[in-house]
Nanobody
């Protein structure tokens, strides 16, 4: 019933910036948690950052101070502003959401109900 579509990925030089978007459609519920995960081939999908329905946030230590999450509830869209990018940020970035904010603060894949298809981010050295 809910679809998530990421956009904004691409190639950027180390130290540069990129802004990702995730648009939700279908039978969405506004009071939910939205998060970003990322995955490199051969590694587990890892948590990046999350945001609650009222704007509260939680970040992975590896991106704190460099990445910023925000959301526009009226448009059912979440954004990820990535600054000071490093080659180790290279990954497929996935948007995900829970249904009703019950997973706020959780950093595991299993906590979230809906997932996007992912968008590739490549940071060159």
């Amino acid at each position: 019933q809910v679809q998530l579509v990421e956009s904004g990925g691409g190639l950027v030089q180390a130290g540069g910036s990129l802004r990702l978007s995730c648009a939700a459609s279908g039978r969405t519920f506004s009071r939910n948690t939205m998060v970003w995960f990322r995955q490199v081939p051969g590694k587990e999908r890892e948590f990046v950052v999350g945001i609650g329905w009222n704007g509260g946030t939680y970040y992975a230590d590896s991106v704190k101070g460099r990445f910023t999450i925000s959301r526009d509830n009226a448009k059912n869209t979440v954004f990820l502003q990535m600054n000071s990018l490093k080659p180790e940020d290279t990954a497929v970035y996935y948007c995900a959401a829970d249904k009703d904010s019950s997973s706020y603060g959780m950093r595991t894949v299993s906590a979230y109900d809906y997932w996007g298809q992912g968008t590739q981010v490549t940071v060159s050295s």
